[in-house]
């Protein structure tokens, strides 16, 4: 325990690091899509009051919005076992829960959580679109489903991009707490690192640096995705 | 020909619509003039079921059909017989000019994408926006916007052409361009019903002129009878408020 900051620990330890990576982007990814998912269906429920389900989405919104990531993290961590052995005994089945990947339950739970959060952009950017345009399809002649795919989707698309991109970015960070379930992705991969030197700044540095280039280069993807997006707005198809 | 029998239409208490009666024939221009709140908007709201009526009988051409029998799919059908051009113009923010006259021609037609592209041009052709076709909405003027509108209704071939106020979202320098266009396509006998404020333009355009009055239509005639000579006390307070604007024009 020589220096008070090496610099060459540090370096050392990046590359395992950067092997958690994949567990972090994966985590993201999946989240993105299934919550994706899940806040569309969230949000029409919401906009076209559907009953009883309207009730359902409502207090699975509050739920999530209202307690922390982590311990929805160990709820399911913890909860599906438990749900499967129930499972098991009630119906004699032999789901064996000690086969089930760490990474499977991060899925599920960061998947339910960005749901949620989803939904309410997902609301937002719809109610977003002027009400005409729905008008005008049923004008012509196109049903419901025509109308909201043709029309309104796309340009609610346009009006989320901005936070469908913050929300990834956040989620990108968020997935840090999967250290909790044991998942070696960056944070869990920097936390062993750190306790094995007892060099615990130079772990979180480098885990620092490597999220914040993460979120850089997304960055940067979300400026060009914005770009073609918007090359509309100059007035004439391309 | 249209024909609408005892149209019925509340929003909860207040009853808008009581009992509207009133026919369009076919290839005639008919505009229907009323003070605001009178329910204009909202009786051509229920013709092509934006609105759906309470009571009453819509006869669109063959098709006809009942405010008691309100099924998707009568909408459907109904709304395929008739074409909106709105106030606020409605055109598809995320589509071209040409597209948003194609696109309910390839969607609900299911009309060939080429075919439906030589339609579209000769419509945009027609309001003399072909030079425009590849535009989007927020490249155009309010004038532009509407004439893509109308473009789009024209090219449904719809049995009647709904206009709510096409120009009174437009700036005064925009309205004539607009105003023209409708009066081109009146002369070549399209079936239209057109609300408006503009007494010169009723005057000049349609066959008919209804008046319509705090949720009834009070009064059908000729421009000349109706302006020159309402018989409803009504309408005549109505009319006398545009008479010294009709003096010129008369
Ligand atoms: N969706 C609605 N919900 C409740 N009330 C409505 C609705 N639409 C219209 N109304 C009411 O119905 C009445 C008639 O409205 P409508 O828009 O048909 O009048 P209008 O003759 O078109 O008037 P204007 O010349 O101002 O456009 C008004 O009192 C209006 O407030
Ligand atoms: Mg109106």
Redesign the pocket.
Known sequence: MGKIFSVEFMLEIIPDILKGIPYTISIAVVAFFVGISIGFFGAIIKIYKIPVLKKIVGVYVSFVRGTPLLVQILLIYYGIPILLRIINQQFGTTFDVSKIPAMVFMFAAFSISAGAYLTESIRAALLAVDKGQMEAAYSVGMNTFQGMTRIVIPQAIKVGIPVFANFFIGLLKDTSLAFAASVPEIMGRAKIEAGRASRFFEAYIAAALIYWGICILFERLVVVLERKVRKNEGGVEK | MIELKGIHKS??N?E?LKGVDLTVQEGQTVALI??????????LRCINLL?TPDKGKIVIGNYSFDADNMKAAVKREARKRTAMVFQNFGLFENKTALENVTEALIVVKKMAKADAEEVGKQYLEKVGLLGKKDHYPNALSGGQKQRVAIARALALEPKIVLF??PTSALDPELVQEVLGVIKNISKERVTMLI?T?EMDFAFDVADQVAF?DNGTILEVNTPKELFAHPKNKRTRQFINRYTQRFSYTI
């Open positions: 929003f909860k207040l808008v009323g003070a605001s709140g009178s329910g204009k908007s909202t009786l609105e709510d106020e609300v404020h319509m």
